[in-house]
């Protein structure tokens, strides 16, 4: 379990470190989860360490959100006076990130359709 979550804490800090030395237009820890993404994909395996440490995250992934809960507790008097932006940005990212999935799913999907199969013995 200490391997997953220094598997973890090593794609967040190289990719922090990378986006700035290189001054890149992505944060840190999106550049540390594709980087991660990427070496998963190419091992073709999850490793048990990062998978255990990645349940345990997931398990306690509704306390990630308390802060931002707070911050819209603190600036409703903000959120009250800009309802349009905020809205037409969540409508439009949602929408987005629906259509990207969508797309993504059915590439996904054709690519695993044409590829040959293993044969049982």
């Known amino acids: 379990m200490i391997v ?56 306690a992934m509704p306390l990630f959100f308390i802060p931002a809960g707070v911050g819209v507790m603190v600036l409703s008097e903000q959120f009250r006076a800009a309802w349009l932006p905020i809205s037409a940005a969540l409508i439009g990212s949602t929408l987005v990130a629906l259509t990207t999935t969508a797309v993504v799913m059915k590439a996904v999907a054709k690519r695993v359709a044409r590829s040959p199969r293993e044969s049982s013995p």
């Open 4 to 59: 997953g979550a220094v598997l973890l804490l090593a794609s967040y800090l190289g990719a922090d470190w990378l986006v700035t030395r290189f001054h890149l237009p992505v944060s840190g820890p999106v550049l540390g989860m594709a980087l991660l993404t990427l070496a998963l994909a190419l091992r073709g395996r999850t490793p048990t360490g990062l998978a255990r440490v990645s349940e345990l995250l997931l398990k």
